[in-house]
T-cell receptor, first 116, second 113 residues
């Protein structure tokens, strides 16, 4: 168990629908990151939140949005879903660090989204 | 989206052999990281490198942060069956509390007995 919890593990939905993926970061971590991994592809950065505020943005579609709540959990909202949105969605968390600290992210086990 | 160039794309090796993979980028990174991903799981951090030229070991794993800050390599010595998986390099850019991790295209490792 990495300490990063993602729910649900699997999600099957129809095109045009909207879904919400949830992530609870590791205890003490202030940053949450969302990544998309399509079949046999690398991980594509979507967005970062730090202590409730958006901090960095990647190639996130306008149909996608995210937020981080006061208790630091985060939700990724995907709307007007298309077949091509089928992928593994990972959440990761990290803590702010100083010189020499481990900046590596801790990943959750992911949510597998299938759009039919 | 941007991905780092990672090679080889896949490797078939025998148990006990050494493995080497590398990653190159056109951009400079603050930190280089190496992750391993098992099927159906999230990536797990193996090694983190913080300074150009740094050479770091973690058990049978050794990684180096290139002098130009645009490349890194990972070596695995005396491979064992549980080394099977996909290995990703990742370069990190940080500005204050903003952070972006860019991943490589992955190296799929298969180990035969």
């Amino acid at each position: 168990d990495s300490g990063v919890t993602q729910t649900p593990k699997h999600l099957i939905t129809a095109t045009g629908q909207r879904v919400t993926l949830r992530c609870s970061p590791r205890s003490g971590d202030l940053s949450v990151y969302w990544y998309q991994q399509s079949l046999d592809q690398g991980l594509q950065f979507l967005i970062q939140y730090y202590n409730g505020e958006e901090r960095a943005k990647g190639n996130i579609l306008e149909r996608f949005s995210a937020q981080q709540f006061p208790d630091l959990h985060s939700e990724l909202n995907l709307s007007s879903l298309e077949l091509g949105d089928s992928a593994l969605y990972f959440c990761a968390s990290s803590s702010p660090g100083g010189q020499g600290e481990n900046y590596g992210y801790t990943f959750g086990s992911g949510t597998r989204l299938t759009v039919v | 989206g941007q991905q780092l160039n990672q090679s080889p794309q896949s490797m078939f090796i025998q148990e006990g052999e050494d493995v080497s993979m590398n990653c190159t980028s056109s951009s400079i990174f603050n930190t280089w990281l190496w992750y391993k991903q098992d099927p159906g799981e999230g990536p797990v951090l193996l090694i983190a490198l913080y300074k150009a030229g740094e050479l770091t070991s973690n058990g049978r794993l050794t990684a180096q942060f290139g002098i130009t800050r645009k490349d890194s390599f990972l070596n695995i010595s005396a491979s064992i069956p549980s080394d099977v998986g996909i290995y990703f390099c990742a370069g990190q850019l940080r500005t204050g509390t903003a952070s972006k991790l860019t991943f490589g295209t992955g190296t799929r490792l298969q180990v035969t007995l």
